[in-house]
């Protein structure tokens, strides 16, 4: 059974250690980490740089096949974008805890617990909540081949309640 929970109440109860908001600008991202006490730390990346570390994640783990798949080239893809994102506030970040980032474009659907430091994985260390960024923007359908998706359908034929009717099919 699903248990509804007011989000006012959620909020309360989850404190992020740290939001992490990453803004796309037209030839740079500007990355900001804003702690738990309100304290804000900001710098510039470039665009370049992590758009292309991004592309290659996506290649390496959105092949369905991973008949291509190498843990060497995904690490270290992780860690160019932990180096650029995450190094230059290391020291600003809690030993352990939630950490949230905020996200523009094409950085929304990357594993963010892989981000790799060369020794252990982000997820290894925190917990990761992820919120939509500054920017919401339909996605850009050519980078999509749809030829190759299959959807995924799930629903229920037969109650297993009595507070839920059978669904018709």
Same mark, same amino acid.
């Given at each position: #059974? *699903?248990?509804?929970?007011?989000? +006012?109440?959620?909020?309360?109860? @989850?404190?992020?250690?740290?939001?992490? =908001?990453?803004?796309?600008?037209?030839? /740079?991202?500007?990355?900001?980490?804003?702690?738990?006490?309100?304290?804000?730390?900001?710098?510039?990346?470039?665009? &370049?740089? @992590?758009?292309?570390?991004?592309?290659? @994640? #996506?290649?390496?783990?959105?092949?369905?096949?991973?008949?291509?798949?190498?843990?060497?080239?995904? &690490?270290?893809?992780?860690?160019?974008? =932990?180096? &650029? @994102?995450?190094?230059?506030?290391?020291?600003?970040?809690?030993?352990?805890?939630t950490i949230v980032f905020s996200l523009d474009s094409n950085l929304r659907? +990357?594993?963010?617990?892989? *981000?790799?430091?060369? &020794? #252990? =994985?982000?997820?290894?260390?925190?917990?990761?909540?992820?919120? +939509?960024?500054?920017?919401?923007?339909?996605?850009?359908? /050519?980078?999509?081949?749809?030829?190759?998706?299959?959807?995924? +359908?799930?629903?229920?034929?037969?109650?297993?309640?009595?507070?839920?009717?059978?669904?018709? =099919?």
């Amino acid at each position: #059974k *699903l248990n509804l929970v007011n989000l +006012l109440d959620v909020k309360e109860k @989850i404190s992020p250690e740290a939001t992490i =908001y990453l803004v796309s600008l037209p030839n /740079r991202y500007e990355v900001i980490l804003k702690q738990k006490n309100g304290t804000l730390k900001h710098f510039f990346i470039s665009i &370049q740089i @992590i758009n292309l570390a991004a592309e290659n @994640i #996506k290649r390496n783990v959105q092949n369905s096949t991973f008949s291509n798949y190498s843990e060497t080239t995904s &690490q270290e893809s992780f860690a160019q974008l =932990y180096n &650029q @994102i995450i190094s230059p506030i290391k020291r600003l970040l809690p030993d352990k805890g939630t950490i949230v980032f905020s996200l523009d474009s094409n950085l929304r659907d +990357l594993p963010w617990g892989m *981000l790799f430091d060369g &020794q #252990k =994985y982000f997820i290894e260390k925190y917990s990761i909540g992820l919120t +939509l960024g500054s920017k919401l923007e339909s996605p850009d359908r /050519r980078s999509i081949d749809y030829s190759r998706t299959k959807p995924l +359908l799930i629903g229920l034929s037969q109650s297993n309640s009595s507070e839920f009717p059978n669904l018709p =099919y």
